[in-house]
Every structure is written in structure tokens, then in C-alpha cells.
């Protein structure tokens, strides 16, 4: 099965603001260290400014990835976030 060498990341929890961005993958396979990296990296980015996503009552430091949800036919991954 080949996979896109693109596809997109949603995160809306717990924003206020939905962030949807571009993740760059491997077309022969996707490596779920580079899917997580991918939503850390965008975590860390969107926690440097809280005010501009509304971030809701939560640190940055309390939180985890504990389910990733495909959605092929939006082509986005998004992630059940636990605190």
C-alpha cells in the first residue's frame, strides 16, 4: 500500500483555534516517530503564543498523545489528547 508523501495534522484540543498543518511523511511507509514528532514540534509552537490560540486551561507539560485517528478521505491525522 502506498501511502501520501503529504497529508495534514488537526489539532483542536484544547484550542480555541483549530490549527491544521502539513506533515511531511514517506510515500512507502509512515513512521509514527515522525507523525508524533511532526504534532510535538506544532504543540511546542502553538504553547509559545497561548493567547493567539486560545489554549484552554491546560500546560503544555500535562499533555499526551494517546490516539492518532486517520481520516483518508480529508487526508488528516488527528490526535485524541489526554491530560
Not at 45 to 61: A, F, K, L, T
Amino acid at each position: 500500500m502506498k501511502f501520501p508523501a503529504m497529508t495534514r495534522g488537526l489539532i483542536d484540543d484544547p484550542l480555541e483555534k483549530p490549527v491544521l498543518f502539513p506533515i511531511r511523511l514517506d510515500s512507502y511507509g509512515w513512521e509514527l516517530w515522525d507523525i508524533f514528532c511532526a504534532f510535538a514540534d506544532q504543540y511546542a509552537s502553538i504553547y509559545e503564543q497561548p493567547q493567539r490560540y486560545g489554549v484552554r486551561g491546560h500546560d503544555y507539560s500535562n499533555l499526551w498523545i494517546e490516539l492518532l485517528y486517520y481520516y483518508p478521505d480529508r487526508n488528516v491525522i488527528r490526535p485524541y489528547i489526554g491530560t
